[in-house]
């Protein structure tokens, strides 16, 4: 172990004395080589596997989403890939994941986890073409006001792995929406609708004669897939069919 490294244990094993880490997921206390969740929940971990496959429920869902969306004569829309690290239910301790990395500032956790996924899409052929991960973007008020964006900070993470670019400039909020916690999935849609626009910079990739064939979308959290539908929207006003909209998220909320 190099210097860094001791220091950080050191640091750990420190801070462990005034606040003691516990898992996210069950709340036990870590031993000193634990990080973020403990040998039980990270063995129990519920991985998806869904990057190892092009069909699968999220994708499904989320192609639905899709072709709800699509006005009439645009009927080419490519089936679009999806995949999450984890799938809870509800209820489940794993959804306390996500949750610190949203409301408890856990930058930390954000990035363990968006690392882990990313290492789980370098390993599938289906993601081995990526050309930049495209975070959801925050309203600016609100990340002004947490400070950062939970999506690009798993985003970030996640292109680290990949060794590909994050784009944070060609997506855009246009306007605050309400929380979607309360809403149902008809809610969704429509408080996200048109609630996003692509740049002028996502129009110069093209007037620069660049190319790109597979573009990520990221979020935290898939639940029904309106968010991401409405970023998708927004991306195929700018991006043919020809380039691949694939959308990627840490949990995935299954029904109970
Ligand atoms: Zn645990």
Redesign the pocket.
Known sequence: MDMKGTLKTGLAGMMDMFLPR???????R?LRHERH??????M?MPLTRFWERSHNPMADKFNEVIQDGIEAGRTHEPYAYAAALFLYHSEA?YRHIPYQIKYHGNIKAGEHFGSMLGKKLAVSPLWSDIDMIIPVPLHWTRQWKRGYNQAEVIARAAAEALGVPVRTDILMRKRRTKTQIKLDIKEKAQNVAGAFAVTEDARAIFRNGGTVRHIVLLDDVFTTGSTLGACFAALREVFPPSVRISVVTLGYVGGA
């Open positions: 516990v898992c996210i997921v069950c709340g036990c870590l969740l403990c040998l039980g929940c990270h129990d301790g």
